[in-house]
């Protein structure tokens, strides 16, 4: 991009993403203006189209069991905080195979989805859900949303800001935007650089996008690698922005990609001492177990099988001709370590190990590399 398209600056700086990132993901560029970080080129329309009837389905499907664990408190702290009421009309923008759209549903909510992926909204609309297939910007701006979700969401669109402006419109005067962004804070071996991610906000740049879209700050908050942010409609004070650090911004991405580099050489050490013909299984069927597997030299290995506790994904092709097996089947796995892929349920499933018989020293788990951080700011 010659031009930010938040700011429609023309002064930018390239960042180098390090050696640990796929191979199809494009260069990026931070705005000094605004602090957006942003794909050099913009990706085409087919490019994306195709992205999500393929791959998308594989990366960002997630079990009800994990969205649970994740979504349930989460919504209870929204109302609890009072941006959720008994009886708000909900949309969820992008709402994947409508996980979180059912635990609203049957919290009494009147909610909708929206969604771009046809395999993603059958998977949903099998729930009984009310889902379109379609885009943001299909939707009618008659119809109108107590509340608006977009999680994981806006860093996927090629205009952000034009989405946001849409939201708006299809909220009621006093509604509610609710918005969480992965972010380069807590460092981790999943980044949010990525072939399908044209934008990565930091606080400052989320910020800017709210006050451009006309849209007031109500909370902010980063919370390990997400930013969750409130807004509503209303007139800001920094009707022009505000003015980006870069230099501070900068040293902000290139600390999370050294932590994250020294993150995953560690990984990668630990692994390098084992025998080459070491057996392992991995336990978490996984977006992270999919990112070891391609990203380090874990795939070197003898892997012997592949344990997942989600019983809907038992069977299931996972990794060459290796199928995901239960818990159960450990007793008839031949193995000399276990690999646990799973950053929500690592202490759950240390605690099925030692109950199946697992040694301590055969247990290598992700978490012992995570770089714990506090929030890094809120209001």
């Not at 791959?55 to 905080?81: F, G, M, R, S, W």
């Not at 609710?178 to 906000?201: D, E, G, M, R």
């Not at 650090?245 to 995953?264: G, V």
Request: glycine fraction near 6%; hydrophobic fraction near 40%.
């Amino acid at each position: 991009m010659s031009t930010c398209p938040l700011c429609n600056s023309h002064a930018f700086q390239v960042v180098e993403l390090g050696k640990y990132h796929h191979p199809d993901t494009p260069a990026y560029q931070l705005c000094k203006q605004c602090g957006l970080v942003q794909h050099r080129q913009v990706l085409s329309p087919a490019a994306m189209a195709a992205f999500y009837e393929g791959d998308y389905v594989d990366e960002y499907i997630e079990t009800e069991y994990t969205q649970a664990k994740i979504y349930v408190p989460y919504l209870e702290h929204l109302e609890n905080e009072g941006w959720l009421a008994a009886g708000d009309r909900v949309l969820d923008v992008g709402c994947a195979k409508g996980d979180f759209l059912r635990l609203l549903k049957d919290r009494g909510y009147d909610c909708m989805g929206v969604e771009p992926s046809h395999a993603m909204v059958e998977h949903a609309r099998k729930k009984g859900l009310n889902v379109l297939c379609d885009s943001l910007e299909s939707l009618s701006d008659e119809q109108k949303f107590d509340c608006i979700f977009l999680n994981h969401v806006l860093e996927h669109f090629v205009d952000p800001l034009n989405a946001l402006l849409k939201v708006k419109d299809l909220l009621v005067t006093d509604g509610t935007i609710l918005i969480c962004v992965p972010t380069f804070a807590a460092a981790q071996p999943a980044s949010p650089f990525k072939f399908i991610h044209p934008y990565v906000f930091g606080e400052t740049s989320l910020k800017n996008l709210a006050i451009h879209a006309g849209c007031v700050i109500k909370k902010i908050q980063c919370i390990g690698s997400n930013i969750h942010a409130v807004l509503q409609i209303g007139n800001n004070l920094e009707h022009e922005g505000i003015a980006c650090d870069s230099a501070s911004e900068f040293e902000k991405i290139y600390s999370f990609i050294t932590r994250r580099e020294q993150m995953l050489d560690a990984i990668c050490d630990k692994i390098a001492k084992w025998k080459q013909d070491t057996k392992v299984v991995i336990y978490g069927a996984g977006a992270l177990s999919n990112f070891l597997l391609k990203e380090t030299c874990l795939a070197a290995y003898n892997i012997v099988g592949i344990v997942d506790s989600d019983e809907k994904k038992h069977g299931k092709k996972f990794w060459k001709d290796l199928s995901i097996l239960p818990p159960s089947y450990f007793h008839n796995l031949d193995y000399d370590l276990v690999v646990i892929a799973s950053y929500v349920f690592a202490e759950e499933i240390v605690n099925t190990l030692r109950q199946l018989g697992v040694k301590e020293e055969q247990i290598l788990t992700i978490n012992e590399f995570a770089t714990q951080n506090q929030p890094c700011s809120g209001r």
